[in-house]
């Protein structure tokens, strides 16, 4: 069956540098998407991106944050700078927009020292 | 802001027993969603009921909708022990050509053997 797959599956890094995050998403879908999820509480919507530009953003999505869908297949998260908040589970996922299901990959761990 | 919340909180049964968690939202919808999360994992989609629904059924799952009431709920019958895990509501809500879903806090449901 196919799925969203993520990587890197934890990542550590330290304050004030860059982290990409990779994604790859259903192969047929056209919907992209990125949560994350502090340690113990609701997972937050990020960002939405559909035909290669942003639909929609929340606030968290700063100018820190960045998408990028470099070639057919990858979907990224580039934090720029990283902060302590930002420590979280980050979660893509795409859909085909038809249905309203979410197909989720496992995430990326980030933790920032 | 539209926003599901879960009830109760945390929810532990024996098994074989069924597990009811309810959700609530402030505004209007597309459709409501459930997802599951066991620990450390992704999002996995349970099953979506539509604004003009009011109940679905999906193996030992059922969701009714009540828009007048803006509530939810999840009825998970028969319980095994690998149902435990988190329960997610997400409303859903299409803005600009966007997807957009909206996660609750969540029902931590344990089955004991």
């Known amino acids: ?113 | 802001s539209q926003q599901g919340e879960e009830d109760p909180q945390a929810l532990s049964i024996q098994e074989g027993e069924n597990a009811t968690m309810n959700c609530s939202y402030k505004t209007s919808i597309n459709n409501l969603q459930w997802y599951r999360q066991n620990s450390g994992r992704g999002l996995v989609h349970l099953i979506l009921i539509r604004s003009n629904e009011r109940e679905k059924h999906s193996g030992r799952l059922r969701v009714t909708l009540d828009t007048s009431k803006k509530s939810s709920s999840l009825l998970i019958t028969a319980s095994r022990a690998a149902d435990t895990a988190s329960y997610f509501c997400a409303t859903d809500a299409w803005i600009q050509g966007a997807q957009k879903l909206v996660f609750g806090q969540g029902t931590r449901l344990t089955i004991n053997p």
């Open chain 1, 1 to 113: 069956e196919p799925e969203v797959t993520q990587t890197p599956s934890h990542q550590v890094t330290q304050m004030g540098q860059e982290v990409i995050l990779r994604c790859v998403p259903i192969s047929n879908h056209l919907y992209f998407y990125w949560y994350r999820q502090i340690l113990g509480q609701k997972v937050e919507f990020l960002v939405s991106f559909y035909n290669n530009e942003i639909s929609e953003k929340s606030e968290i999505f700063d100018d820190q944050f960045s998408v990028e869908r470099p070639d057919g297949s990858n979907f990224t998260l580039k934090i720029r700078s990283t902060k302590l908040e930002d420590s979280a589970m980050y979660f893509c996922a795409s859909s085909t927009g038809n249905t309203g299901e979410l197909f989720f990959g496992e995430g990326s761990r980030l933790t920032v020292l």
